[in-house]
Nanobody
Framework: QVQLVESGGGLVQAGGSLRLSCAASGSIFTIVAMGWYRQVPGKQRELVAVRTSGHSSDYADSVKGRFTISTISRDNAKYTVSLQMNSLKPEDTAIYSC????????????????WGQGTQVTVGS
């Protein structure tokens, strides 16, 4: 079992910055990718940013140039990734959730796709 713990988030005025962090631990043999998604009530969850273990990244068009996802770092058995959010806009208001994908052991059937509980980001106008 893989656990994800998110931190950061909160309330900020438009134009401000926030930093989200996510730590993954548990039955992890290797991480394939970690990323951030967001969801507002009544809408589908959407990708914000994702980083692969090979250091490639992808961003939603709406956040390019404003958000930066860190590389995936490892400290003992914990993997972490952060999302620096600058020039925040009211439309960035959402619940942000961390996702981690990887394998728990050498078996291809040990793939996991785990989610954090989510953290609220609210941007005031």
């Amino acid at each position: 079992q893989v656990q994800l713990v998110e931190s950061g988030g909160g309330l900020v005025q438009a134009g401000g910055s926030l930093r989200l962090s996510c730590a993954a631990s548990g039955s992890i043999f290797t991480i394939v990718a970690m990323g951030w998604y967001r969801q507002v009530p009544g809408k589908q969850r959407e990708l914000v940013a994702v980083r692969t273990s090979g250091h490639s990244s992808d961003y939603a068009d709406s956040v390019k140039g404003r958000f930066t996802i860190s590389t995936i770092s490892r400290d003992n058995a914990k993997y972490t990734v952060s999302l620096q959010m600058n020039s925040l806009k009211p439309e960035d208001t959402a619940i942000y959730s961390c996702n981690a994908r990887g394998y728990s052991d050498l078996s291809s059937s040990s793939v996991f796709d785990s989610w954090g509980q989510g953290t609220q980001v609210t941007v005031g106008s």
